[in-house]
């Protein structure tokens, strides 16, 4: 299944990561593991890197010892860290001729639509351009309140933006079990969950340590985003030698497979959850692009009705005001008023400033059946 992915996030824990006894970074570790996703890679999976590690790095680094739990430390050492482990990335992908690029991001990065849509837009463009981004939190400006403090929530939320198919979190567990392993001896690892019930959360919430909280349970809540954004998630243990490939050959992990995929996910979310802010009715040239699957254009828009932000769902509707199809909006109300029914060469002059050339791009537009 992991080879059927086309994009898959990989997240890497700290623990994996970072040596214990020296809080030094285990290159040897990272690099063979970089020598995998190369692999992907190059037999065409789009693969999105999310690294931990600049806390923990960055602490050893300046010497920060004491109150682990102060924000300012926390900031501090995930500034000194982060430089470091970007720069491993960058060394250990760049000696395979292989491209990469940093990706910080907020809770409000992933959570509000706006800013959402361009952090989606930066990764396509990299994925497109054949570079493996390598994503953290910005910890060094997110505060208690404001951050997700763990990668296996944050890289959910990424496999969702990018409607990746795959969620691999590498961890120093072999997956999911019915008891703790660390207290019960007949502890059977489950290798499929179909469904994530309370009972199953529970279970997982309710150990301790490194198989609890920060541990089991938000690789939980990081299956159930990925649930309903239709992509798959594997908990596997990056220990061995070659996790990934490990997966491939069906060691024991525990996958959790969703009842439909990312794309009917998104369209699902698009049409059936948002609510739509306002409308554009186009011309019949701009319906029949759309049926036939293209992006809605500036040109083809006839009137904007309603007052709505970039990044909000709008409905489309024809010009006998029938819905058509539902997309997230690429321009707000005011500037789409602007630019309907002129060029997209022309929107730089129009608007100051050159934005997409498209008012809905095709990935973000579901066509309503009638
Ligand atoms: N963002 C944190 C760091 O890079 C790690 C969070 C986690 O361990 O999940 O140090």
């Not at 809080?23 to 890197?49: F, K, S, T």
């Not at 150990?207 to 541990?215: D, I, M, V």
Request: glycine letters at 10%.
């Amino acid at each position: 299944m992991l080879q059927d992915a086309s994009r898959l996030v990989v997240k890497i824990g700290s623990s994996l990561l970072i040596d214990p006894d020296t809080g030094q970074m285990n290159r040897d570790w990272l690099d063979a593991l970089v020598g995998e996703l190369v692999r992907l890679h190059r037999r065409g999976q789009q693969v999105i890197v999310v690294s931990s590690g600049a806390i923990a790095l960055g602490r050893h680094y300046l010497g920060l010892g004491g109150d682990r739990s102060r924000l300012e430390d926390h900031q501090a050492a995930a500034a000194a860290g982060q430089i470091l482990l970007a720069h491993a990335y960058q060394e250990l992908l760049g000696k395979r001729d292989i491209k990469v690029a940093q990706i910080l991001l907020t809770l409000d990065d992933t959570e509000n639509r706006r800013r959402y849509l361009n952090a989606r837009n930066t990764m396509e463009t990299l994925l497109a351009s054949a570079v493996i981004p390598v994503i953290n939190e910005n910890d060094s400006v997110a505060t208690q309140e404001i951050r997700y403090g763990d990668n296996d929530r944050l890289a959910a939320r990424v496999a969702e933006m990018t409607s990746s198919d795959c969620l691999v979190l590498l961890s120093d567990v072999a997956g999911l079990y019915d008891k703790d392993p660390t207290h019960y001896k007949e502890a059977q690892l489950i290798p499929t969950v179909m469904e994530i019930t309370p009972e199953l959360q529970a279970s997982a919430g309710a150990s301790t340590t490194r198989f609890g909280s920060g541990g089991m349970a938000t690789k939980l809540e990081a299956a159930k985003i990925c649930f309903s954004a239709g992509c798959a998630t594997v908990i596997a243990s990056g220990r061995q030698g070659q996790p990934l490939q490990s997966i491939e050959d069906c060691e024991p992990c525990t996958w959790f497979v969703p009842g439909c995929s990312p794309l009917a996910a998104r369209k699902q979310w698009i049409a059936g959850t948002l609510t739509p802010a306002g409308k554009l009715i186009i011309d019949d040239g701009a319906q029949s692009a759309l049926m036939s699957g293209r992006s809605l254009l500036p040109v083809g828009v006839m009137m904007v009705e309603g007052e709505f932000q970039r990044g909000d769902a709008v409905v489309v509707a024809n010009s006998e005001g029938t819905e058509i199809a539902r997309g997230l909006a690429a321009y707000s109300s005011e500037d789409a008023r602007v630019i309907q029914g002129r060029q997209s060469k022309d929107i730089g002059s129009l608007l100051g400033y050159r934005g997409r050339n498209e008012i809905i791009h095709r990935d973000n537009l579901v066509l309503m059946d009638h």
